[in-house]
């Protein structure tokens, strides 16, 4: 490319990354932009940038963009900076990153600050200029002849690769040679027309104004199935058509077709010479205008075989399709290409005052779409996952459920042309659809729940050609949120025999306790510690093993779902010298020799010893071999009292009589 300077000098445009392929955009207001300027000297020399050159060159470049996106894009000076010294070498946009240390932040208002980076020019570099994100970088050309690299660059830091040219084979499979900046007709490519036009001309293709934003929804279409369209010429104004056809073919855009006729601020599209006003020199031109027809590279290997293969994708945004790859890039009338899946595209006529007409021919769509990896989720960072695997949903308020939306992934539904319609099936009910082209920018469809619950969820897919295909049921549940239970063991109470305490080891700070529904005893108190919660139950009926309902919740009305606790006092038994009213005791009588008599146990009432009951000896368990008999005697009250007992054993045939010794029970309540 030859610029008009004090020499002539040839020069050229990187950028690094890759291009996104184009989707439908909703339009968007004015979008704004802040430039600031900064030189950055080095061994070649220091650049002279001063504030009122870089407003004229800023200038020069909004009447370009306003030229070309009818005033949907501006750029604002907002500061030329102290120059800085660089320590390291600046050979491109990301070195301007690292010798600034500058991260270029937008003031309000504005849709992205970029900084400028001016350096003196390195014949050793053969860039002009790089630019990506919010760096630019400008090898030595910062005048306003040079507002056409600027233009360039800024194509880039706002998303834009290179416009190619492209020579593709006539049959199926197709095949594409591209070359670097082939395209004559647009600014990202080989477009040079700040020399011969005023305002200062700087345009874009129909796609690459579609991916800049500016290019409005009703001025698209897409081709979906075979038909005659007609196309208005893409810089017109008044013309009630669309300015872009996109041919889709594996659910991307993957072919473009436009009209630009070398009419009004285009006319110099189609001369081979250009000159600029006086001064007295011509410069070559190639001519590049008419029905267009560009290639796009896909970002999918979904159906790789239907789309055309690359040379090299390197710096490639689109590939104006040519006879030549340096050659001039008219296509006649009555020509008929070849896309890659081997549907036709015949340009029919071309009128600039009122339209092209273009015949598309597809082959019949019999594929059904296919779907895979449908999967939901909620909002990151939201919701906390049960011990089932289920999604659990908190409080919005201490009274309000805050429902979730469920986030279905869309990554997996795709066509070999295009979808139709995406509908989103839950529990049986279709809840959601989307339709038409803004399926290429939409990655998920979301459903707002009202309830807790599982969430047997479907993804339906159909294309243009009626095709359908259904996923895989996927299922979702959620619950609603539940604290950590607590730990809980037990003491003795007040009166161990009667009472107990439960002692609550709290799962969280902010957490309290109740207990209820008793099923003996009462409730005597709730002492609550830093980390320990101690709950008091008396009047427990003696060897009685109660229980309780425990729930814990938190101010937002979070619950731990509760459970269900128990315990018991120490076990109160009867002995020989204390026992309880309705407790039997089984009277200590001791083990005796063979041939014992029948033993009485007797109470001393009113000064006289009394045969309360009496048992046969019987041969038992005894850990004395000696003393194997022994009798089994017992009794139950209905009343406390004290009592004083003796046993005594009558003779028998081998044995005299035997008398214990006294012993006094107290029987309690």
């Not at 006729?261 to 205008?289: E, F, M």
């Not at 309000?400 to 990554?411: A, G, K, N, Q």
């Not at 009867?574 to 020799?593: A, D, H, M, Q, R």
């Not at 009485?600 to 009432?605: A, M, N, P, V």
């Amino acid at each position: 490319m030859k610029f008009r300077s004090k020499r002539i000098v040839v020069l050229f445009f990187a950028v690094i990354f890759a291009l996104v392929a184009p989707s439908a955009h909703a339009v968007d207001p004015i979008r704004k932009f802040q430039i600031d300027v900064i030189a950055i000297n080095t061994t070649f020399g220091n650049p002279s940038v001063t504030e009122s050159s870089s407003r004229a060159i800023i200038e020069k470049v909004n009447e370009g963009y306003r030229d070309a996106t009818g005033g949907l894009i501006t750029f604002t000076l907002r500061a030329v900076l102290t120059p800085i010294t660089a320590k390291i070498p600046v050979l491109d946009n990301r070195g301007v990153e690292t010798a600034t240390g500058i991260n270029p932040t937008a003031d309000s208002g504005y849709e992205k600050a970029i900084l400028i980076g001016v350096v003196s020019n390195n014949p050793n570099v053969k860039w002009a200029g790089t630019a990506w994100g919010n760096f630019m970088w400008i090898n030595g050309y910062w005048g306003t002849d040079y507002a056409d690299i600027v233009s360039h660059e800024l194509g880039h830091n706002l998303g834009l690769m290179h416009a190619n040219s492209a020579v593709c084979t006539t049959t199926v499979p197709v095949t594409c040679e591209n070359q670097e900046y082939g395209d004559y007709s647009s600014i990202m490519g080989s477009y040079r027309l700040f020399h011969i036009s005023q305002p200062y001309v700087a345009r874009f293709s129909a796609i690459e104004l579609d991916l800049l934003k500016v290019l409005p929804e009703n001025k698209k279409m897409v081709a979906t199935d075979s038909g005659e369209f007609k196309l208005a010429p893409v810089y017109s104004l008044g013309i009630d058509l669309p300015k872009l056809i996109y041919v889709p073919i594996g659910n991307e855009y993957i072919y473009g077709i436009e009209y630009r006729p070398a009419v009004g601020a285009d006319s110099a599209l189609a001369q081979t010479q250009l000159s600029k006003p006086g001064v007295n020199l011509i410069y070559s031109n190639t001519p590049s205008h008419g029905l267009q027809l560009r290639v796009i590279k896909g970002k999918s290997d979904a159906y790789s075989t239907i789309q055309p293969k690359f040379n090299s994708v390197k710096y490639f945004g689109t590939g104006l399709v040519s006879e030549a790859l340096s050659g001039a890039q008219v296509q006649p009338v009555g020509k008929t290409f070849t896309l890659s899946d081997g549907s036709t595209v015949t340009f029919v006529s071309a009128d600039p005052n009122v339209g092209a007409v273009v015949k598309i021919v597809r082959p019949a769509d019999t594929e059904a779409p296919k779907i895979s990896n449908v999967t939901a989720r909620m909002p990151d960072g939201t919701y906390y996952r049960g011990p089932n695997g289920e999604y659990l949903i908190e409080h919005k308020t201490p009274t309000e459920w805050d429902y979730p939306i469920l986030m279905i992934s869309l990554s997996g539904a795709t066509d070999n042309r295009l979808l139709k319609s995406l509908e989103l099936e839950i529990n049986g009910q279709i809840v959601s659809t989307i339709n038409g082209s803004s399926m290429t920018t939409v990655k998920e469809l979301t459903y707002q729940t009202t309830s807790v619950g599982n969430f047997a969820i479907r993804v339906i897919a159909t294309d243009y050609s009626g095709n359908k295909t259904q996923s895989e049921i996927t299922n979702y549940a959620t619950d609603y949120y539940y604290l950590g239970k607590p730990g809980v063991g037990t003491e003795i109470g007040p009166d161990p025999l009667t009472s107990i305490k439960f002692i609550i080891y709290k799962a969280n700070d902010d957490v309290t306790y109740q207990v209820s529904e008793l099923s003996a005893g009462t409730l005597k108190s709730i002492e609550v510690g830093k980390r320990l919660v101690e709950v008091t139950v008396v009047d427990i009926p003696r060897n009685t093993t109660i229980t309780a309902k425990l729930i814990g919740s938190n101010a937002s009305g979070e619950t731990d779902g509760g459970q269900i606790i128990s315990g018991a006092p120490e076990t109160a038994e009867c002995t020989n010298s204390i026992c309880y009213v309705g407790l039997p005791w089984k009277i200590e009588t001791g083990f005796f020799t063979p041939g014992s008599g029948v033993m009485s146990l007797q109470e001393k009432i009113g000064g006289k010893w009394v045969p309360i009951k009496s048992s046969k000896p019987i041969l038992g368990k005894s850990p004395y071999k000696k003393y194997p008999v022994g009798y089994e005697i017992s009794l139950s009250y209905s009343a406390p009292g004290k009592h004083t007992y003796r046993l005594v054993i009558a003779p028998s045939k081998k044995l005299s009589s035997y008398t214990g010794p006294a012993f006094t029970q107290v029987v309690k309540p």
